[in-house]
T-cell receptor
Framework: DAKTTQPNSMESNEEEPVHLPCNHSTISGTDYIHWYRQLPSQGPEYVIHGLTSNVNNRMASLAIAEDRKSSTLILHRATLRDAAVYYCILRSGNQFYFGTGTSLTVIP | NAGVTQTPKFQVLKTGQSMTLQCAQDMNHEYMSWYRQDPGMGLRLIHYSVGAGITDQGEVPNGYNVSRSTTEDFPLRLLSAAPSQTSVYFC??????WGTGELFFGEGSRLTVL
């Protein structure tokens, strides 16, 4: 069974915020939550990661639920370059467990 | 700024043939790993290594062998290719073998087994 569950696809208007949800109800206390994104014909690219607290970086914000069973990746102002497949991943020790990803379409 | 380099980018094999997918990184990363990506699915971990001489299995290791003789290189071997191994393969490295290290991916190798 997949360790993370994400919607298959989402749409957003350009320059509006986007909230990408992820459920990871079987997460253990030492698992890190990572987000990566993948453009067509490229390898995944790191976006952000966290353990318990909300995290911000230049690309995005990560909001982690208090019980850690879900998280949300927030893109503050979507641009056309943000159109990609976004993967929510659990890092458990040395292993990364990818979900099936959310395909984000940005509408001009 | 080479990062993670994978070769070849494309390969067609016949069932039963063997081949090696090469992966090299120039960032002195201890952790290296191989993934496969099938249509409509996320990436699945095949094998990983936390340093030279140390390898371990991931989610889908059957049919694949790895070795890590140097920090820089982590080749993936298919000893007897099967059509079920048709996939896109990604190599990734990380400066850390534990939770906080981000993964740096290569551009992928597309393998077709006939």
């Amino acid at each position: 069974d997949a360790k993370t569950t994400q919607p298959n696809s989402m749409e957003s208007n350009e320059e509006e915020p986007v909230h990408l949800p992820c459920n990871h109800s079987t997460i253990s206390g030492t698992d890190y939550i990572h987000w990566y994104r993948q453009l067509p014909s490229q390898g995944p690219e790191y976006v952000i990661h966290g353990l318990t607290s909300n995290v911000n970086n230049r690309m995005a914000s990560l909001a982690i639920a208090e019980d850690r069973k879900s998280s949300t990746l927030i893109l503050h102002r979507a641009t056309l370059r943000d159109a990609a497949v976004y993967y929510c991943i659990l890092r458990s020790g040395n292993q990364f467990y990818f979900g099936t990803g959310t395909s984000l379409t940005v509408i001009p | 700024n080479a990062g993670v380099t994978q070769t070849p980018k494309f390969q067609v094999l016949k069932t039963g043939q063997s081949m090696t997918l090469q992966c090299a990184q120039d960032m002195n990363h201890e952790y290296m790993s191989w993934y496969r990506q099938d249509p409509g699915m996320g990436l699945r971990l095949i094998h990983y290594s936390v340093g030279a001489g140390i390898t371990d299995q991931g989610e889908v290791p059957n049919g694949y062998n790895v070795s890590r003789s140097t920090t820089e290189d982590f080749p993936l071997r298919l000893l007897s290719a099967a059509p079920s191994q048709t996939s896109v393969y990604f190599c990734a490295s990380s400066p850390s073998g534990w939770g906080t290290g981000e993964l740096f991916f290569g551009e992928g190798s597309r393998l077709t087994v006939l």
